[in-house]
């Protein structure tokens, strides 16, 4: 089984930054889609953002484009959620995500299309 690992949050004011951190074991992270989820209090987990295999195709929820910025380091199986201009909205928890063989252009965007998920990780932004 794959193991992700999130790591990197915290409680930040509104407008501040956190960078979020998810580390993969296995030798199957170079070959699988990475996303980004997110649960705030009495929510559905939502879509937030996603990475394609070779890191060149994005995409990213309207909620969050143009202040998120995902990444990926396969040579650490690694992905990175940098998050800027937080907003109280953005409380949750954050979970990491793995699509085995994904697609080096598509990114998947429903829960459903993801095989392993992360503990999560808690993102508390203050007004």
């Known amino acids: 089984q794959v193991q992700l690992v999130e790591s990197g949050g915290g409680l930040v004011q509104a407008g501040g930054s956190l960078r979020l951190s998810c580390a993969a074991s296995?030798?199957?992270?170079?070959?699988?889609?990475m996303g980004w989820f997110r649960q705030g209090p009495g929510k559905e987990r939502e879509f937030v953002a996603a990475?394609?295999?070779?890191?060149?195709?994005?995409s990213y929820a309207d909620s969050v484009k143009g202040r998120f910025t995902i990444s990926r380091d396969n040579a650490k199986n690694t992905v990175y959620l940098q998050m800027n201009s937080l907003k109280p909205e953005d409380t949750a928890v954050y979970y990491c995500?793995?699509?085995?063989?994904?697609?080096?252009?598509?990114?998947?965007?429903?829960?459903?299309?993801?095989?392993?998920w992360g503990q999560g990780t808690q993102v508390t932004v203050s007004s």
């Open positions: 995500s793995a699509k085995v063989e994904g697609s080096p252009l598509y990114t998947p965007r429903r829960v459903y299309e993801y095989d392993y």
């Open positions: 296995g030798r199957t992270f170079s070959s699988s889609t």
């Open positions: 990475i394609s295999t070779s890191g060149i195709i994005r």
